[in-house]
């Protein structure tokens, strides 16, 4: 796998995961710049990569009555704010072909939601702004038919592109993931980025609203990791409960750093598989017996 940047991120070819984090919906300037300061803050000390995500429009939102955020115009330019302030790239989703070139002036990513990956169009107008594209695997696609998906996007001139898991529906308001689909993607010489916290929705099971079980982030996030991915998507919030979307299966802000110093141990492990362990020491063995 060739590796590319982002910003000055490295992605893919063995280098230490890249964190993709952020609420899942513009809120307000202030909380969407707030969030972004304190993952910056706490990423720049332990020194992992990272991405600022966030959606200026929720156009899938399962209620049409449901918070879709501050739109296009009014979103691009709270991003920038963040971008200019913070200091970090940003990655945000478009739903229409037209909205590409307006947030590829401000976003280094543009992320083509699950149910669109097959949306030609969405897929050829995200490629020729020149910036990085990450499809959103579909739930109702195998891991190798994403392959198709990535094609339009190298075929319209544009070969930085991630592909990013995010579950595959199973049965009704339930989603799985194969971990086998991490190595089948990457076999494809693409970044593969597991998105954690949409994997654990229950599409259609609340009221209105998308269900999750963000108590499962924690164990298929290291799941993924050692799978070997190239990066971790994480929905975060400082209070998920009042968060304006996807409330139920976003990481709660104070869980961030715990969970990030685990992914980094296991990261090391699965890309530095010759370099020797330091032995396990016990109580005992610190006494001189030998276990």
């Known amino acids: 796998m060739t590796p590319f940047t982002i910003g000055e991120i490295p992605i893919g070819g063995g280098h230490p995961f890249v964190f993709i984090g952020g609420p899942c ?3 307000s300037e202030r909380h969407a710049g707030d969030l972004a300061a304190e993952l910056a803050s706490l990423t720049a000390r332990l020194r992992v990569p990272f991405i600022f995500k966030a959606s200026y429009d929720k156009a899938n939102r399962t209620s049409g009555r449901s918070f879709r955020g501050p739109g296009l115009t009014e979103g691009l330019r709270i991003l920038a704010s963040i971008k200019a302030r913070v200091g970090v790239p940003v990655l945000t989703d478009i739903h229409e072909p037209s909205h590409a070139a307006a947030a590829a002036d401000v976003a280094d990513v543009l992320q083509i939601p699950a149910f669109l990956c097959r949306q030609t169009d969405l897929l050829v107008a995200a490629a020729t702004t020149g910036r990085v594209v990450n499809i959103k695997k ?29 579950g595959t529906s199973f049965g009704y308001h339930n989603l799985v993931v194969d971990m086998r689909a991490f190595p089948i993607m990457r076999d494809e010489g693409l970044p593969v980025v597991f998105d954690v916290t949409h994997s654990l929705q229950l599409p259609g099971a609340g009221d ?36 304006k979307s996807d409330a139920q299966n976003a990481l709660r802000l104070d869980l961030v750093e715990p969970l990030l110093r685990r992914l980094m141990a296991i990261d090391a492990i699965v ?6 362990l330091e032995p396990r020491r016990t109580q005992r063995s610190q006494r001189g017996i030998s276990l």
């Open 271 to 276: 890309k530095n598989p010759h370099q020797p």
């Open 25 to 27: 919906v513009i809120e």
């Open 208 to 243: 209105g609203v998308t269900a999750g079980l963000a108590q499962y982030i924690e164990p298929l996030a290291q799941a993924g990791v050692a799978a070997g991915v190239d990066g971790v998507f994480l929905e975060v919030h400082e209070n998920p409960a009042h968060a």
């Open 138 to 166: 579909g739930q109702f696609l195998a891991p190798d038919d994403v392959r198709h998906a990535v094609a339009k996007v190298v075929e319209a001139g544009n070969p930085r592109v991630i592909v990013t898991e995010r």
